[in-house]
Structure formats: structure tokens, C-alpha cells
């Protein structure tokens, strides 16, 4: 039980669970637009490259030796794959590579203030939709024919890093009306995806959740399992429902 406990622990604390989800909302583009044909490769890729960005933030953290020894891992693993991409890939990659590098930046240097919090939240919001739902239709001509599809990720992605956005950089005495204002972009969720159950189903489940994080304080596994665990419901509602 110790062992099984110290796994789950060092599955989510360790960010492969976040990868997981990356990888699972990857695979989600591909069942909505009903492509079924993304490489593998890509699939690896984002795996591994999810994995080696949220240690390579945190190696500041000179205590956890982990943040090495995975840094180095998945680097190596997301290089293998990149080269078995499609080179209409490289353009969005680079993209990502220059939000992420500034992203790094801003924390690396310890800057703040709001509105350096608020291009954090962007930025993190953006990358994560580009990675997941622009990466893996990157060699299709099928990008423009789906504004709904887009619409819903983008918001669904953004209200999970407004979620972290409102944990990490809100003050006390605003944090009741942030968390109100998560509560009604949930709703609005709900109502754009009225005729997509999957899509219905998991709002639902997260704006339960919204409401649970307004009435409480929640605490970090909290977050990682249920928050960012989103990720990966919507894509096991999307998969049930599909199949």
C-alpha cells in the first residue's frame, strides 16, 4: 500500500499525470475532427515535451533532484520525436518555443505585477490550446473548418489556468470574485455545449467542481487531480461517447 501510495504520489507530483492530460486532449483533436491518422510521433512529442517544460520551470527548485534527472529524460525522448514530425509542424513549434521561452523568463527573474500575471495566464493558456489542439492538425488543411471545436478548447484550457492564475497570483481580498468569475465562464461552457454531450458531461462535472473550489479552500493534489485531471475527463467522455 506504501508503494502503490508513493507512486500515485510521485505520478502527480512529478507532472507525468499533466503530461498524461496533454497527451490525452492530443488525442481528443483527433477524434473530434475525425482525422485518425495523427502520427504517433506526435502523441511522444507532446508526452515528453509537457513533461521536460514543467521540470525545466521548476530545476530552481534546487531541492528535488528529480527535476534533473526527468529534465534530462524527457528532453532527450521529445528529441527523438521531434524529428519524425511533419515539417509543417515546425512554424507552430517554434511559436510555442518563443511563448514558452518568455514565459520562463518572466519566472526565472521573479518579475511581477499584474499585468505581468495576466501575459502569464495568456501565454500559458495559449500554449497549452496551440500544443493540444493546433500541433497535431499541423500538416491538415482542416484548421479553419472547425471554429466550434476551437472555441470550446480554448475556454475550457483557459479556465483551468485561470484556476492556477487565481490561486497563485490573486490577493485575499479578490479572490471570492475571480473564483465568481470562473463559476460563469463554467456556464458558459455548459451553454455553448449544449449539443455536444461529451463535451456537456464534462462541464458539468467541472462546474461542480468550480463551485466546490468557491466555497473552499482547496489544497494542491486538489488541483492537480481535479482541476488539470479535467484534461483527461473530457478526453474519456469524448473517447465513451465516441466509440
Not at 19 to 26: D, E, K, L, N, V
Not at 60 to 86: E, G, P, Q, R
Not at 214 to 243: A, R, W
Amino acid at each position: 500500500m506504501n508503494f502503490i501510495n508513493t507512486l500515485f504520489k510521485h505520478i502527480v507530483y512529478n507532472y507525468i499525470l499533466i503530461a498524461i492530460c496533454a497527451t490525452a486532449m492530443s488525442f481528443q483533436t483527433d477524434i473530434v475532427i475525425n482525422t485518425l491518422h495523427i502520427k504517433l510521433a506526435y502523441y511522444g512529442f507532446i508526452f515528453f515535451a509537457t513533461l521536460f517544460s514543467y521540470h525545466l520551470y521548476y530545476l530552481k527548485n534546487k531541492d528535488n533532484y528529480w527535476h534533473i534527472i526527468y529534465s534530462i529524460l524527457a528532453s532527450t525522448c521529445a528529441l527523438f520525436f521531434l524529428f519524425k514530425l511533419n515539417i509543417q509542424s515546425y512554424s507552430i513549434l517554434l511559436f510555442i518555443v518563443i511563448l514558452s521561452i518568455s514565459y520562463l523568463f518572466i519566472s526565472l527573474f521573479n518579475l511581477k505585477n499584474k499585468w505581468i500575471s495576466i501575459y502569464k495566464l495568456i501565454t500559458l493558456s495559449v500554449v497549452w490550446f496551440i500544443t493540444t489542439s493546433i500541433l497535431p492538425l499541423a500538416s491538415l488543411n482542416s484548421i479553419n473548418q472547425h471554429p466550434f471545436f476551437f472555441i470550446h478548447q480554448f475556454m475550457f484550457i483557459f479556465l483551468i489556468c485561470f484556476h492556477f492564475y487565481i490561486r497563485d497570483e490573486v490577493g485575499k481580498d479578490f479572490i471570492s470574485t475571480f473564483k465568481l468569475i470562473a463559476i460563469f465562464i463554467n456556464m458558459a461552457l455548459v451553454v455553448l455545449s449544449l449539443f455536444v454531450p461529451a463535451w456537456l458531461l464534462a462541464n458539468i462535472v467541472f462546474l461542480l467542481i468550480n463551485i466546490h473550489i468557491y466555497k473552499k479552500k482547496c489544497s494542491n493534489l486538489f488541483y492537480f487531480l481535479l482541476v488539470d485531471g479535467m484534461l483527461l475527463l473530457q478526453t474519456i467522455f469524448v473517447v465513451l461517447l465516441q466509440f
